[in-house]
Antibody, heavy 116, light 110 residues
């Protein structure tokens, strides 16, 4: 059974940094693209970033480009989202998702709150 | 990366059918087969319902179907059930290895 577990969320001040992690199990991790998707309180889903199976290719939404970096550690079956220069508008639940025939599996999400 | 356009809300009675539209451009919905749909109940993670325009993952009821015409994709739900009440989001590949979601549609089962 596929399982994705996010961690690392919390309260951070504007301008601060945070690193999210997503531990995966139940599938051949290194063969799959992975994505981060966020959802601000009471708002819709917004795609954030994705990374190829071998980590050689990444892409980002314009709203986070230059501030967020997605990476992965295949031996640890984990993807990361390094978030720098955080802004109030980055406040959201962040989900990681397995990108295989659509975003076929999702974690439970981790809440990031950017506030002073 | 503009969001795809969905109606804010749709409704239907149990047993009826509803269709949710998702309008993009030739650079996203119209240009690729990689359109997917997600169901999200309050406080829960999204769930994949349709991928590649019209394919159903294992376990998704046949009542759910997807289609596309030009720059508009559609999710149809037949035989509405109470548990179908949720938010629905479309998503499309946009090229350059990026994705874009629609704004979401709240389905109310009357």
């Amino acid at each position: 059974e596929v399982e994705l577990v996010e961690s690392g969320g919390g309260l951070v001040q504007p301008g601060g940094s945070l690193r999210l992690s997503c531990a995966a199990s139940g599938f051949t991790f290194s063969s799959n693209w992975m994505d981060w998707v966020r959802q601000a309180p009471g708002k819709g889903l917004v795609w954030v970033s994705r990374i190829s199976g071998d980590g050689s290719s990444t892409s980002y939404a314009d709203s986070v480009k230059g501030r967020f970096t997605m990476s992965r550690d295949n031996p640890r079956n984990t993807v990361y989202l390094q978030m720098n220069s955080l802004r109030a508008e980055d406040t959201a639940v962040y989900y990681c998702a397995r990108d295989y025939n659509g975003l076929s599996s999702w974690g439970q999400g981790t809440l990031v709150t950017v506030s002073s | 990366q503009s969001a795809l356009t969905q109606p804010r809300s749709v409704s239907g009675s149990p047993g009826q059918s509803v269709t949710i539209s998702c309008t993009g451009t030739s650079s996203d919905v119209g240009g690729y087969i990689y359109v997917s749909w997600y169901q999200q109940h309050p406080g829960k993670a999204p769930k994949l319902m349709i991928y590649d325009v019209s394919k159903r993952p294992s376990g998704v009821p046949v009542r759910f179907s997807g289609s596309k015409s030009g720059n508009t994709a559609s999710l149809s739900i037949s035989g509405l059930q109470a548990e179908d009440e949720a938010d629905y989001y479309c998503c499309s590949y946009t090229g350059s290895s990026t994705l874009v979601f629609g704004g979401g549609t709240k389905l109310t089962v009357l």
